[in-house]
């Protein structure tokens, strides 16, 4: 265990409070995100089903991440790189924070 570590870094997400000192924590040098899918054409978007579906799959895994994390007991994920918007969503229906921090 580390007993206090100082951070002067901004947390991510609406969930900010202090974490306990036995609280499990996450690190990440990589960012907390799902990986992009990259189109280069266009999508046809026929029905309101299709928009909706478009991105589901992306978004059932990013949840699955964090509620798994959430599931071993995981109170803070740390990143040295960015938080994406989707996971900052479930970091705050699963109650983590997040910090991005950089190393000078």
């Known amino acids: 265990p580390i007993?206090?570590?100082p951070w002067q870094s901004q947390t991510s997400g609406q969930y900010?409070?202090?974490v306990h000192g036995d609280a499990k924590v996450a690190i990440f040098t990589c960012a907390v995100a799902a990986t992009q899918t990259e189109t280069k054409g266009t999508v046809l978007?026929?029905?309101a089903v299709d928009l909706l579906?478009?991105?589901k799959s992306e978004e059932d895994h990013m949840e699955n991440i964090i509620k798994t994390y959430k599931e071993m007991g995981v109170e803070l994920l740390i990143s040295?790189?960015?938080f994406s918007d989707m996971?900052?969503?479930f970091m705050n229906k699963y109650k983590i924070m997040g910090v991005k921090?950089?190393?000078a």
């Open 45 to 47: 978007m026929e029905s």
């Open 80 to 82: 040295g790189e960015k």
């Open 53 to 55: 579906s478009y991105s």
């Open 16 to 18: 900010q409070r202090r």
């Open 87 to 89: 996971a900052c969503h």
């Open 101 to 103: 921090t950089t190393l």
């Open 3 to 5: 007993p206090c570590v």
